[in-house]
């Protein structure tokens, strides 16, 4: 019996970076439950992902090992992770909360009729069974809720929980599994296409500059686009700016979008809403440039410049330029 059961989710051959912030929650977990903790790896052995995976401090790494499992196929991964539950009777089940992560969550608690929590903030477990807390309402409200059954499937919500070091044990057991896939799959799951993406990754990116509906249409996020190569960043956007087309969906950030924890997070031209602010409200340092001096980012901004963006940016941007050249002049 494993006691919290890990989902590892690997890009060719590698560890996803998520998989180091469900192993903070995991052990936390796992000194609470019987049976320690286990990782389950879904794909195939090829790469370093179920070797690296042992730095959890895991009892076992499990691969289940299919061709179904090489793309990201949300019923044959919650297939096989059922087979893998029913043989292991875990407590807990941790998965990432990606877009394959979530879906499988969802399918395996179908599966196992048990409790699922997504997006949690915080996870414990106690006497009554796994307690953790989530957002509701749109973020407005943190609710408590508690899992009672086992196992319970529980998704933690992106850069709440700090991303663990891997322990340098030994290396632990890889126990190989091949899933029966007994019932027969109803979806089926095309050929994978990778898109080129340029620039930082919003979700890892240390600065980010933000526009919103206030930037009234797509050419200001050039402008943003030149302040965030100045200070190594990423552009990032509010669902409007998303919906309009302004910028590609993937730059969203908020509740139906990314949450980013950067050191910098600069709104321009966003007006705060609670929805928004549950993907970026882990910033260190947040600054906004709103003409609103009532606009709610302004109650959340470690900074704020109350003005107009066609006035801050540019002069913004002219004095970084500035500053490099100085420095690149002493240097
Ligand atoms: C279930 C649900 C999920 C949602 N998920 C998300 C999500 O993931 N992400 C998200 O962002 N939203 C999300 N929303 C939408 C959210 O409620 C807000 O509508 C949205 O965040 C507002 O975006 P905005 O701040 O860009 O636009 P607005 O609220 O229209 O704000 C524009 C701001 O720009 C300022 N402004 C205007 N002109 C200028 C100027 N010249 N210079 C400077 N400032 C200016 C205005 O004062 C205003 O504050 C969700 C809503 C729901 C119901």
């Not at 875990?90 to 997006?119: F, K, M, W």
């Not at 996870?123 to 796994?130: A, F, P, S, Y």
């Not at 200070?231 to 700016?241: E, F, I």
């Amino acid at each position: 019996m494993a006691g919290t059961l890990i989902v590892a989710e690997s890009d060719e051959g590698r560890l996803r970076p998520e998989f180091w912030e469900l192993v903070t929650a995991g052990r936390a977990l796992s000194a609470a439950a019987p049976g320690g903790l286990a990782v389950a790896l879904l794909g195939s052995s090829a790469g370093s992902a179920a070797e690296d995976a042992c730095g959890a401090g895991a009892a076992e790494v499990h691969l289940v090992e299919d061709e179904k499992l090489a793309e990201p196929w949300p019923e044959a991964h919650a297939e096989a992770l059922a087979e893998l539950c029913s043989e292991l009777t875990p407590e807990v089940v941790i998965l990432p909360r990606t877009v394959l992560g979530s879906e499988v969550a969802a399918r395996l608690a179908i599966r196992l009729a048990c409790p699922l929590i997504q997006d949690a903030v915080d996870i414990e477990l106690d006497g009554r069974g796994l307690r953790a807390r989530r957002p509701v309402f749109g973020g407005a409200v943190l609710a408590t809720v508690y899992a009672t059954a086992q196992p319970s499937v529980v998704v933690p919500r992106p850069h709440v929980f700090p991303a663990a070091e891997p322990s340098g044990g030994a290396p632990c057991p890889l126990v190989r599994h091949r899933p029966s896939f007994a019932a027969e799959l109803r979806t089926q799951c095309g050929p994978r296409t990778r898109y080129a993406t340029t620039g930082v990754d919003i979700e890892r990116a240390s600065v980010i500059i933000a526009g919103g509906a206030g930037l009234g249409g797509p050419e200001p996020f050039e402008l943003l686009r030149e302040v965030a190569d100045l200070l190594g960043g990423a552009v990032a956007a509010s669902r409007p700016a998303c919906d309009a087309g302004w910028v590609d969906s993937a730059l969203q950030v908020g509740l139906t979008g990314k949450t980013v924890a950067p050191e910098l997070y600069m709104a321009v031209g966003i007006s705060g809403a609670i929805q928004h602010l549950m993907g970026c409200s882990s910033s260190q340092v947040i600054v906004a440039v709103n003409t609103d001096p009532a606009a709610p980012i302004l109650n959340v901004a470690n900074y704020g410049v109350v003005g107009d963006w066609r006035e801050v940016i540019p002069a913004f941007r002219d004095a970084l330029r500035a500053r490099q050249h100085q420095l690149s002049g002493v240097l």
